[in-house]
C-alpha cells in the first residue's frame, strides 16, 4: 500500500503543528504506517495547482508568498505522487487560530477541492475530527467531508503504549524536510483540573502522561537525524508532569548540543503549588532550558465573574503570585539576548459574562504587574472559536462575542499601548543584541526575522537580507508587538534546499 501524508498542519490548545514547528501527528501518522509514508504539505499541493511545481524569486514590490514557503524535498513530483498512492491521509485542524509569519494552514474548504479528484482512498485526520476554525471569533468551519472514505478518531489518538513506537519510527519523516523544524514533543494530554468553557482538550482527551523514557528516545532519534530545536509542547501543563525537573536534565546530558530547548503551556496553580518543593520544576526550567523560554498561562481573564462563569482554572491573584515567582527566577538575561524564562499571559474574548468591567479588570491587573516591575514576555489577545460539545457551545454560544464585538479592538488597543508597547520596551530594551535571528520573509523592502522558540519576538530589519541565514540583530526600536533591529553579525549559510531552484522574474 502506497501512503501519502498530507499535512495541512494543526494548531490546538495544546501542541503546534504549523511550520517552522513539525507537529506530532503527521510523525505518529508516519510511525504507524511503518515509517516510510510521502510527507507532502499544503504548500507542496498550492505550488503545484498554483505554479505547476515552480518556485519563483520574490520580487522587490511583494511580499513573500507564506502560502507556498513551507515545501517539502518532494515538491517537485506531486503529480507523480498523488499518482501513485492508494491512501491519502490528511491531517488538519486550527483550535487555537493565530497569526503566523510564514504559513497559511490549510482548511477544509480549501482542501478538498484540491483532492477531490484524486483516485485513492482518502482519509482525515486530525484535530479537524472535531472541527476547525481558521479565525478566532467564529464557529467551526462547515464543510461537506463526503470525499472522504474515513474521518479517523483512532489515528488522532493513539494509545501512548503505541506512540512510543510510532514516534521514533515517524521521526524518519523530518528527511523529507529541508529546512530547519522545531521539533513539538508530547509529554501528556488531557486537564487534571480544567472544565474551561471554551475548551475541547478534556473532550479530546482523558488525563495521561507519556513514560518519561519513551519521551528522551524520541527526542534522542530527533537529535540523531540532526534536529537541534525543541518544544515540550504538547501538553496542558508542563508543571503537571510527574517528571519535569528530572527529564530536562536527561535531555541536557543526552543531547548537549540542542540549540533551543523551550516548553509551552503551564498553569499558574502549579507554578504558586511548587512552592512545596522549593520550586524545583521552575529552577529546572531555567537552568537546563535554553534562554527566551516562556510559560504561556491560560488566564483569560483577569474578571473573576468571567473566572466563576466559565469554571477557568485561574484566579487573578493566582496568575499575579505565578507571574511574579517566575520574574524572580527566570528575568535574568541568557546568552541568545533574551530573558531566561518569563511568563506569557494568554486573554480571550467572548466567554460567558464578559462585560466592560471586564476589560477594567484586565487593565487593573495588567498595570499592577507592569508598575511593580515585573516582566511578561507577551500577552495573547484572541476572540474565541466555538466548538460543538464545550460548554460554551452548549450555553451561551456567541451572545457575548456578538454583544462586545464592538470593543474588541478598542480593548486590544488599549492593552497593546499601554501594557505591550512599555513591557516590550522592558523585556528587550533597544542595545540587546538578540542571537540567531533566522531571516524568514520579506514585506516590501523590510525582512522579517525570528529566534527559533516558543512565541519568539518578530524583528523587522531594513532591507532585503539574504532569506534562510542567521544573523545577530541589535535591536533598535520598538513598535507593539515586534521590534526593529540592525545586522551585527551574519551567519553561515545553514539551509540550502537542492530540491527546488528559484527562478528569477523580470522586476
Ligand atoms: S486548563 Fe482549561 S483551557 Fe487549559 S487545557 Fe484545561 S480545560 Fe483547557
Not at 229 to 251: D, H, M, N, S, V
Request: charged share 25%.
Amino acid at each position: 500500500m502506497k501512503y501519502t501524508i498530507l499535512d495541512c498542519y494543526t494548531d490546538e490548545p495544546a501542541g503546534l503543528g504549523v511550520p517552522p514547528y513539525l507537529g506530532t501527528y503527521p510523525r505518529y501518522v508516519a510511525g504507524y504506517l511503518g515509517g516510510d509514508s510521502a510527507y507532502v504539505t499544503i504548500d507542496d499541493l498550492r505550488l503545484w495547482k498554483k505554479n505547476n511545481g515552480i518556485v519563483h524569486e520574490t520580487r522587490k514590490s511583494q511580499k513573500t508568498d507564506i502560502t507556498t514557503y513551507n515545501l517539502t524535498n518532494n515538491c517537485k513530483n506531486i503529480p507523480q505522487i498523488l499518482s501513485e498512492t492508494e491512501t491519502l491521509i490528511v491531517v488538519l485542524g486550527v483550535h487555537v487560530p493565530g497569526k503566523y509569519l510564514s504559513a497559511v494552514p490549510g482548511t477544509l474548504n480549501e482542501v478538498i477541492p484540491m483532492i477531490k479528484d484524486l483516485k485513492c482512498k482518502k482519509i482525515l485526520t486530525g484535530p479537524a475530527v472535531f472541527g476547525t476554525q481558521l479565525f478566532g471569533g467564529r464557529f467551526f468551519e462547515k464543510a461537506d467531508l463526503g470525499i472522504f472514505d474515513k474521518i479517523d478518531y483512532s489515528m488522532f489518538n493513539f494509545l501512548y503504549k503505541d506512540v512510543k513506537e510510532y514516534s521514533l519510527k515517524g521521526a524518519s519523516i523530518l528527511k523529507q524536510i529541508p529546512d530547519i523544524r522545531m521539533i513539538e514533543i508530547e509529554t501528556g494530554h488531557g486537564c487534571d483540573i480544567g472544565k474551561c468553557s471554551f475548551c475541547t482538550e478534556p473532550l479530546k482527551n482523558r488525563v495521561e502522561f507519556r513514560e518519561k523514557e519513551d519521551v528522551l528516545n524520541e527526542i534522542k532519534e530527533f537529535y540523531n537525524l540532526g534536529a537541534r530545536y525543541f518544544r515540550l509542547g504538547k501538553q496542558t501543563c508542563f508543571y503537571t508532569l510527574p517528571y519535569a525537573a528530572e527529564l530536562l536534565e536527561e535531555i541536557n546530558f543526552h543531547c548537549p548540543d540542542i540549540k533551543v530547548l523551550h516548553i509551552d503551556n503551564v498553569n499558574p496553580v502549579k507554578v504558586v503549588l511548587d512552592k512545596k518543593n522549593d520550586f524545583a520544576i521552575t529552577k529546572a526550567i531555567v537552568k537546563y532550558c535554553t534562554s527566551g523560554n516562556i510559560a504561556a498561562f491560560g488566564v483569560e481573564s483577569f474578571d473573576l465573574d468571567v473566572v466563576k462563569a466559565n469554571t477557568l482554572n485561574t484566579p487573578p491573584s493566582i496568575a499575579y503570585e505565578a507571574i511574579k515567582i517566575l520574574n524572580e527566577y527566570g528575568s535574568e538575561r541568557g546568552s541568545d539576548g533574551m530573558p531566561k524564562f518569563l511568563p506569557g499571559v494568554n486573554i480571550i474574548f467572548g466567554l460567558r459574562e464578559e462585560s466592560r468591567k471586564t476589560h477594567l479588570e484586565n487593565m487593573k491587573w495588567l498595570s499592577r504587574i507592569y508598575d511593580e516591575g515585573l516582566m511578561l514576555r507577551r500577552i495573547n489577545i484572541r476572540q474565541v472559536a466555538i466548538f460543538e460539545g464545550t460548554s460554551l457551545f452548549d450555553e451561551g454560544k456567541d451572545k457575548f462575542l456578538r454583544k462586545n464585538k464592538k470593543y474588541y479592538w478598542k480593548w486590544r488597543n488599549e492593552i497593546r499601548q499601554k501594557i505591550d508597547w512599555p513591557m516590550l520596551q522592558r523585556v528587550i530594551p533597544s542595545g540587546t543584541v538578540l542571537t540567531n535571528c533566522f531571516a524568514e520573509i520579506y514585506d516590501g523592502n523590510t525582512t522579517f526575522c525570528r529566534q527559533f522558540g516558543t512565541y519568539p519576538i518578530i524583528v523587522g530589519v531594513k532591507g532585503r537580507l539574504e532569506l534562510k541565514k542567521f544573523y545577530d540583530l541589535e535591536i533598535i526600536g520598538h513598535m507593539l508587538r515586534s521590534i526593529t533591529g540592525k545586522v551585527v553579525v551574519k551567519r553561515e549559510l545553514v539551509v540550502d534546499n537542492p530540491n527546488y531552484k528559484i527562478i528569477p522574474q523580470n522586476p
